[in-house]
């Protein structure tokens, strides 16, 4: 089966933000963070009214509201810096053939990449894990790489009998 596509810069992005959001280092990463700056922000609050011997309230009220604010608004922060990285990262090496036109053919034995730069195969054994959300078809060949695939356009019940589904 030949499946002709398009990649952008956002698709890019949007296989990284799913990535993290599935994996477990991801996920806990995430978590962390969130619950490390509030704790910052508190101890800040605690040393700070030490020092200054202060006894109102006042300053753990600043904190705390700091705190929360930070938990729950990081994730979203957090979505915004990987975003920001990753059109970085796409700017400043050369990544000839990764945006643009594709085509992959669903073989027997694997998948074929072509874009103007060059081609990639890889048989099916080769794919440790195919991942079907909304918009995409990722289809990974390490732990932290995949072959994305939009589904704009694509006839989806034909994809998915050629994909090795495990």
Known sequence: MKIQYELTEDDYIRFNLSHIKRSKTGKRMILLQRIIGPLIFLGAAFVLAT???????????????????????????????????????????????????????????GLRDLNEFGETRVSWAGIKEVVEEDDYVYLYNSSVSAYILPKRGLDMEEVRRWLPIR
Do not use: C
């Open 51 to 109: 020092w200054l011997q202060e006894t109102d309230w006042w300053l753990y009220g600043i904190y705390g509201v700091a705190s929360i604010l930070w938990f729950l608004y990081y994730p979203k922060y957090f979505e915004r810096h990987v975003q920001k990285q990753t059109r970085r990262l796409i700017d400043e090496r050369s990544n000839e053939g990764m945006i643009g036109p594709h085509t992959m053919d669903l073989e027997e034995t």
